[in-house]
């Protein structure tokens, strides 16, 4: 797609440009979205969002006779309704630019910074959407990047707590989001008497996943990547609006629609997220 946005703006076939460029800049944002790794992510073509989810994760299968019938067990169900923010960024091509032909590393560096902008603010509002419904926190048992890190056991207390309050039964949908500055550390751990490294053994024992992020500065955050803890939507049927600037060239603004709703176990709390603690000293 890159290869026909660029050969359409040094044909000057601005009609085909501003088609392409929203969908580029829409899926090169979605590529570098941290957030999707720890919850879903649903486009929908709608701005108004309604989420019904019962009272009851699960129902109890009761053992019948012959010719029985199960008891009913009742449902209540609770709906979330919101809509969608908007978010704008604008790109500019200058009439020289197009002229000269010899756009595409400007250009190309624009569209870039418009893809990082978005995913920066669709970051933004997945983790302190989380961080606003952290059910459980804790103090890690030293610094992850300390001399004495005790990360296996931080990790497994988090998973306690999300053990003890939810229905989870599995560690295979475990995100544990961490500072970028600590992971380099989490490199060289290694599992007490072996040459295994702590990411690869959370990974491959488990299957649970360690991200790095800039958006946690000392604390780290165990989600559980699921519809239960919450879903990010976005509206992404948009094309990009074209507005001339006289004398100077073009504008494409692109619009971005999206919100995390998270799903709560009581007001402003999901117990699928835990907050660890003091993890970057």
Do not use: C
Request: glycine share 6%.
């Amino acid at each position: 797609m890159v290869d026909q946005l660029f050969e359409a703006l040094k044909s000057e076939d601005l009609g085909l440009f501003k088609k392409l460029i929203s969908t580029y800049v829409l899926k090169k944002a979605d590529e570098l979205l941290v957030g999707k790794q720890m919850i879903p992510v649903e486009d929908v073509n709608a701005l108004d969002i309604i989420i019904s989810y019962p009272s009851a994760s699960e129902l109890v299968a009761q053992k019948v006779a012959e010719y029985g019938s199960a008891d009913y067990q009742a449902v209540t169900w609770n709906d979330i309704k919101g809509s969608l923010d908007k978010y704008q960024v604008k790109v500019r091509v200058s009439d020289e630019a197009i002229k000269r032909q010899a756009a595409e590393v400007g250009v190309r560096r624009s569209i870039e910074a418009a893809a990082n902008g978005i995913r920066r603010a669709e970051d933004d509002e997945i983790f302190a959407s989380l961080l606003n419904y952290v059910g459980d926190t804790f103090a890690s048992n030293g610094a992850w990047n300390g001399d004495t890190p005790k990360i296996g056991e931080d990790i497994a207390k988090a998973i306690e707590s999300i053990y003890e309050n939810t229905n989870e039964d599995s560690f295979r949908n475990f995100v544990v989001a961490i500072p970028a500055p600590v992971y380099p550390h989490l490199i060289r751990s290694v599992v007490e008497g072996t040459d295994t490294t702590v990411l690869d053994f959370m990974d491959e024992k488990f299957g649970i996943k360690l991200l790095p992020t800039k958006y946690l500065s000392t604390d780290a955050l165990v989600v559980v990547n699921s519809e239960e803890t919450a879903i990010h939507y976005r509206f992404t049927d948009e094309e990009a609006e074209e507005a001339r600037v006289p004398g100077v060239g073009y504008d494409y603004i692109i619009n971005a629609y999206f919100k995390t709703f998270v799903i709560p176990d009581e007001p402003s709390k999901n117990y699928r997220i835990v907050k660890i603690t003091g993890v970057k000293a």
